[in-house]
């Protein structure tokens, strides 16, 4: 009995299948985590970009409480919010430990973003004060931004805290838990936080400190986490091609493998190809693919993954509303694409994983507290809008756990932080109010947490 040959098609598709496929290994995952240990132990020395101590030496306790004026300056928009802290383990409902009331959203659109030197903070303290008015607030009210830039304006606003993404996440998810000593970010890029001892980084991270730090254990650490893995997680071709075409090749190879923004890219790379030499879409490729990088929006590959209507009828109709080409696409280019898509996808959530085992298996070795369960606090768009992400990035988790005995009984539990920018800024400013009397008040007013 004859077998019908593969088409160009399945046999382009059993390609990306072997390229990607040892990536997804639970045993190449455990020897990726390993090697990326060594090289968060190493910019804990060496590096002056990654691995950063911050000033915040203290996790929130859960019990501040307060109002405060909480900015988040993101990647596309400038979010504003008034938070009430509400102490925690006071028998309300984790909900109600804090609240956010008269929220403000602006779009960092491409004209913002060419703003010259102070004008963006001009244009930053504009729309505070906006708030401020609608509010009707005249006395001065603390304020906290998250990520990332100081604000010279004359506004009844007492600035107090600065933070980055990654940091306001872990406070904000400390603040609701406490057994939480890392965060970590993934939406259009990637970050993490960690609570580590002041004594596991080179005393030349704290060089420009006031000797008072010298008398604190801990420290928030800024990992920047997309820095790293360069000669660690493997890639495929199509890898390649995108970080020889980035304006910063290599320069955040870990971001390049699983955020957001690269989740969108790779798959239309492997789309233009398959079009190309393959036959898929019969080889006319949606002219706004071709018009150049990042055209394909992970956000329109979430649902061609898990689409179970009758031949992936709604995924053709979106794609094709979304990509229009004379040529529609067929059942055969679509279940084409969602293989793809779960490839690139699977590959993310399992390096992502790798990222989290990495860090907890680093706080398990330097901290001596015996601590057996970490509440991670994720945030960012990937893991709050794309299906099963996070619950998928958990279950990996747990296999490479249990794979190996190195960490006893510990449990790594993965927990959505909502609000986790504006509302770590808020508690950023409570913790930095409450510790006036063991730092300068020039660092109170205007501390950096990186």
Known sequence: MSTQAPTPLDSFLQEVESQFEPQLRIENLLTWSEKLQTELRRHMISSPQCMLPSFNYKLPTGQEQGKYLAIEVGGSNLRMGLVDLNKRGNGLDLDLHYTITETMCFSIDTAVLQLKEYQFFDWMAERIGAMLNKLLIKAT???????????????????????????????????????????????????????????????????????????????????????????????????????????????????????????????????????????????????????????????????????????????REKFHHQYPSRYPPTERDMVFIREIVKWVSARSVKYFSVGIHALTALLHELDTNDMEHFSIGCDGSIINQYPGYMEWAQATLDEMIDSENLQGNMRVSLKKTAHGAVLGAAVAVAIADGVQAVVSPLEVRTRWYR
Request: aromatic residues 10%; negative net charge.
């Open 141 to 315: 009210l603390p304020m906290g931004i998250a990520w990332s830039f100081p604000i010279e304006s004359k506004l009844p606003v007492r600035l107090a805290a600065i933070v980055n993404d990654s940091s306001s996440a872990l406070l904000a998810h400390a603040y609701l838990d406490p057994a939480s000593r890392l965060a970590i970010i993934l939406g259009t890029g990637m970050n993490a936080a960690v609570y580590l001892p002041v004594a596991a980084l080179d005393s030349s991270k704290f060089r420009s400190r006031s000797p008072s730090f010298e008398t604190f254990t801990h420290v928030v650490t800024n990992t920047e986490l997309s820095m790293f893995g360069k000669n660690i997680f493997p890639k495929t071709r199509w890898d390649d091609i995108l970080n020889a075409a980035h304006i910063l090749p290599d320069y955040q190879p870990f971001e390049y493998l699983v955020a957001g923004k690269y989740i969108g890219e790779i798959v239309r790379l492997i789309i233009v190809e398959a079009t190309q030499t393959a036959g898929l879409f019969n080889g006319l490729l949606p002219s706004s693919l071709g018009e150049g990088p990042y055209t394909l929006d992970t956000e329109d590959l979430a649902w061609v993954e898990i689409d179970t209507s009758n031949g992936l009828f709604l995924s």
